[in-house]
């Protein structure tokens, strides 16, 4: 199990190439990878997209959804939710936190780009690595802005309506799947706010229902058999 000793940020990153032929980041040290070896942008487009960000959408008539990412990662989560607001024509305000922010050798060495759908928007990925954390980075109708703090004490003068967990897997960080974590997720959101994650755990799910969020069990994306959405 992971603590602070280990230390993220110095912990040796493998790239691999997952089933669909984008890349992610593996670290041994925790056997945890940033993405599903089954396929990194499937997976995210799947989870996150398709499955939060344009449920959300087809619930709500309001066409100005505010997004938070617990986890920005290589970017990827971003980056897909700018090219489908931008299709969907949407307002879009889209806030992450990294408490272990990716350096930009790490992200150039990745060539996630290179595996990334619309390449007329590329120069988004390129901006939302290269942009200080903190400040907004706005394109056409999305602002994004990236916070390098810990989800337990980053302070936000907001709620939101959708919510990314992208947390690693709780073999690896236990603590972010736990009620204190979140019970945070749940006081971020507004009512009919959603919650949406790749993990399927019970726990998880049993923890999500007590808090007193409605918790939908989904088929999960290839190679996962279920995925866990949760209703504020």
């Known amino acids: 199990m992971f603590n602070e000793s280990n230390g993220i940020l110095s912990m040796p990153k493998k790239i691999i190439k997952t089933g669909d032929g984008s890349p992610s980041l593996y670290i041994d040290q925790l056997n945890e990878t940033y993405h599903s070896k089954h396929g990194a942008i499937t997976e995210s487009d799947y989870v996150y997209i398709k499955k939060g960000f344009a449920y959300w959408l087809d619930l709500n008539n309001q066409r100005a959804p505010r997004v938070f990412e617990m986890g920005l990662g290589t970017g990827l989560n971003a980056y897909l939710s700018y090219v489908f607001a931008l299709d969907r024509k949407v307002l879009c305000e889209y806030v992450s936190v990294e408490k272990y922010p990716l350096s930009i050798d790490e992200v150039q060495s990745l060539g996630m780009k290179d595996a990334l759908p619309s390449p007329e928007h590329h120069h988004f990925f390129d901006q939302l690595h290269e942009v200080d954390w903190g400040q907004n980075l706005s394109q056409s109708d999305f602002v994004f802005k990236k916070l390098e703090q810990d ?82």
């Open 151 to 232: 989800f337990f004490s980053v302070a936000l003068d907001q709620s939101f309506d959708i919510l990314f967990y992208d947390a690693f897997g709780y073999h690896a960080q236990s603590e972010m799947w736990q009620e204190k974590a979140l019970q945070k997720c749940y006081d971020l959101l507004q009512p009919g706010g959603v919650w949406v994650s790749y993990c399927a755990k019970g726990s998880v799910r049993r923890c999500l229902e007590k808090i007193g969020f409605s918790v939908e069990r989904l088929e999960g994306p290839p190679g996962k058999r279920e995925m866990l959405r949760a209703i504020k």
